[in-house]
């Protein structure tokens, strides 16, 4: 199964190259594909903030590798340049606060830095640590993928219609994808028959990510407004929602893209099943639940202009970013260490113990 999955796969956001990241900038897909070159911290602190690379394992990977860059040239500068590299450490964290991947990367690339010893090159131990964050990801989608394909055969086998949120493909994380992975494996398998897939305002992450990702691949999808979620469940046979998750808490609340709590609830009342695809990484077990987490809200002309063209009334917008599933809403939550059904803080903690799949 693994090998059809690396044959089918397509988009790559994130390139490590001569000494610079590259990001393929999510703003300006589906109609042009442009990569933007990094060579220092505060470029992809920015490409962060504004939306360059976007989905909480592709921004722990470029948190990672900007670590990378500003170890350079805060080692060209000399000096003390591990204190001097604090700055860069907080700006980085600071860029997508609620992404816990980023966090767990920061952590790992900081563990990495105090166990450097005298003599040690540095910048390209630092360097290995940041492209095996990259590489695990990858490998741990791929995993994912195939966890969560058994799952859809096993309760539903063939001809399955999906409903997706957001966007959770290749171009979110390093490779393939979480939740967009297990519909890729499951429409390899033979076992889709639709996929609708959520416009998800006011980025457009459905219709210009996550649509262009599944046509490509050739799955049958289809784009419809938000608030039809609801309306579809109950008219189209959908059987399972599969959704991404920026952190997943030690109870098993969901962090996700705003909407994906309505989704659950709705999927609750319609006997539809919620899957939540997300690498171990995301799950964050110093938060005990959704409440103990800072949610993002962005700037209301999100959602007050289009293309910089105001469209809306002279009114204030609430532009929340994320919002809290609760664990009881979650029917599987899927990780490369394995599957939790119906998540409570016991399912989490035996899962976080684990060091491999069983």
Same mark, same amino acid.
């Given at each position: 199964?693994?090998?059809?999955?690396?044959?089918?796969?397509?988009?790559?956001?994130?390139?490590?190259?001569?000494?610079?990241?590259?990001?393929?900038?999510?703003?300006?897909?589906?109609?042009?594909?442009?990569?933007?070159?990094?060579?220092?911290?505060?470029?992809?602190?920015?490409?962060?903030?504004?939306?360059?690379?976007?989905?909480?394992?592709?921004?722990?990977?470029?948190?990672?590798?900007?670590?990378?860059?500003?170890?350079?040239?805060?080692?060209?500068?000399?000096?003390?340049?591990?204190?001097?590299?604090?700055?860069?450490?907080?700006?980085?964290?600071?860029?997508?606060?609620?992404?816990?991947?980023? /966090?767990?990367?920061?952590?790992?690339?900081?563990?990495?830095?105090?166990?450097?010893?005298?003599?040690?090159?540095?910048?390209?131990?630092?360097?290995?640590?940041?492209?095996?964050?990259?590489?695990? &990801?990858?490998?741990?989608?791929?995993?994912?993928?195939?966890?969560?394909?058994?799952?859809?055969?096993?309760?539903?086998?063939? /001809?399955?219609?999906?409903?997706?949120?957001?966007?959770?493909?290749?171009?979110?994380?390093?490779?393939?994808?979480?939740?967009?992975?297990?519909?890729?494996?499951?429409?390899?398998?033979?076992?889709?028959? #639709?996929?609708?897939?959520?416009?998800?305002?006011?980025?457009?992450?459905?219709?210009?990510?996550?649509?262009?990702?599944?046509?490509?691949?050739?799955?049958?999808?289809?784009?419809?407004?938000?608030?039809?979620?609801?309306?579809?469940?109950?008219?189209?046979?959908?059987?399972?929602?599969?959704?991404?998750? @920026?952190?997943?808490?030690?109870?098993?609340?969901?962090?996700?893209?705003?909407?994906?709590?309505?989704?659950?609830?709705?999927?609750?009342? #319609?006997?539809?099943?919620?899957?939540?695809?997300?690498?171990?990484?995301?799950?964050?077990?110093?938060?005990?639940?959704? @409440?103990?987490?800072?949610?993002?809200?962005?700037?209301?002309?999100?959602?007050?202009?289009?293309?910089?063209?105001?469209?809306?009334?002279?009114? #204030?917008?609430?532009?929340?970013?994320?919002?809290?599933?609760?664990?009881?809403?979650? &029917?599987?939550?899927?990780?490369?260490?394995?599957?939790?059904?119906?998540?409570?803080?016991?399912?989490?903690?035996?899962?976080?113990?684990?060091?491999?799949?069983?």
């Amino acid at each position: 199964m693994r090998e059809q999955l690396l044959a089918v796969e397509k988009v790559q956001a994130i390139e490590w190259r001569d000494g610079a990241l590259y990001l393929l900038d999510q703003r300006l897909l589906p109609h042009r594909q442009v990569w933007l070159r990094c060579d220092t911290a505060a470029q992809v602190v920015d490409a962060i903030g504004d939306m360059v690379v976007r989905g909480a394992p592709a921004i722990g990977i470029a948190g990672a590798y900007g670590l990378v860059l500003g170890a350079r040239v805060r080692l060209q500068a000399g000096g003390d340049w591990r204190k001097a590299l604090e700055e860069d450490f907080a700006c980085l964290e600071r860029s997508r606060p609620a992404a816990a991947n980023l /966090s767990w990367a920061l952590q790992r690339m900081r563990e990495r830095l105090a166990r450097l010893k005298e003599g040690d090159d540095a910048l390209a131990l630092l360097e290995a640590e940041a492209v095996g964050i990259h590489v695990s &990801d990858r490998e741990a989608n791929l995993t994912m993928a195939q966890l969560g394909m058994e799952l859809i055969r096993r309760h539903q086998g063939n /001809s399955q219609v999906l409903l997706t949120h957001g966007n959770a493909g290749a171009l979110a994380t390093g490779g393939f994808g979480t939740a967009l992975g297990v519909i890729r494996a499951a429409h390899l398998e033979g076992l889709i028959e #639709h996929v609708h897939v959520d416009e998800t305002r006011p980025w457009l992450l459905g219709s210009r990510l996550t649509a262009w990702e599944l046509a490509g691949d050739g799955v049958p999808v289809s784009l419809n407004v938000d608030a039809a979620a609801a309306h579809l469940m109950k008219t189209k046979g959908i059987t399972w929602v599969v959704v991404g998750a @920026e952190r997943i808490t030690a109870n098993g609340d969901v962090v996700s893209k705003i909407g994906t709590y309505q989704l659950a609830v709705n999927a609750m009342h #319609h006997g539809v099943r919620l899957m939540v695809v997300a690498p171990s990484s995301t799950i964050d077990m110093s938060k005990e639940s959704g @409440e103990d987490v800072l949610l993002e809200e962005r700037d209301g002309c999100e959602l007050l202009e289009v293309a910089g063209q105001r469209v809306a009334a002279e009114v #204030h917008a609430a532009n929340p970013v994320f919002d809290v599933t609760p664990a009881d809403l979650v &029917d599987y939550i899927v990780t490369e260490k394995g599957v939790v059904e119906r998540p409570d803080n016991t399912k989490m903690a035996q899962l976080m113990c684990r060091k491999r799949l069983h």
